[in-house]
């Protein structure tokens, strides 16, 4: 493999756009070898789920897209981020707060800890923002099944 793959999507800031990064990211790295079956497919899949819900719903309109960006660094480290304009960084709620949402990076924080990788949120020059996972590259193992010979 490669010693660094990027792969890239703008979407707009709509809801059809979440699931529309969820298969771009899936997609890529299925192409990259890691199998879109697996618990780390999974993983990444809720964790671009709720980064790209959150560039939708959280920018008021004021970040008409948001790009989707996927790194492979010498088959140790992925990374996946999302970018848009809106100028304002999450902030926690805190734990007593009751509501139905706003609960995203926390989730996002927590599978990406359990992977053992961390989440940076940075400055654009531009003015926004990007929100990104890094986690350790690790492709399962497929068992080889044997062919079963069939005598006539």
């Not at 920018?59 to 992925?78: A, C, I």
């Not at 003015?127 to 986690?135: A, D, H, Y």
Request: hydrophobic share 40%.
């Amino acid at each position: 493999m490669a010693d660094h793959l990027e792969a890239s999507v703008t979407l707009p800031s709509d809801p059809a756009s979440v699931s529309a990064a969820r298969a771009y990211v899936v997609g890529t790295l299925a192409e990259w070898g890691l199998p879109a079956d697996t618990e780390v497919s999974d993983t990444v899949r809720l964790i671009i789920s709720e980064l790209a819900t959150n560039a939708v719903q959280h920018t008021f309109g004021q970040s008409p897209t948001f790009t989707v960006d996927v790194e492979l660094d010498r088959d140790e480290h992925l990374r996946v981020g999302v970018t848009d304009s809106h100028p304002r960084f999450p902030r926690r709620l805190p734990a007593a707060v009751q509501q139905d949402n706003g609960r995203g990076l926390v989730i996002i924080r927590w599978l990406t800890a359990e992977c053992g990788g961390r989440l940076r949120i940075r400055p654009t020059r531009e003015g926004g923002k990007t929100i990104s996972i890094e986690l350790p590259w690790v492709v399962p193992v497929r068992p080889v099944t044997a062919a079963v010979r069939q005598e006539p």
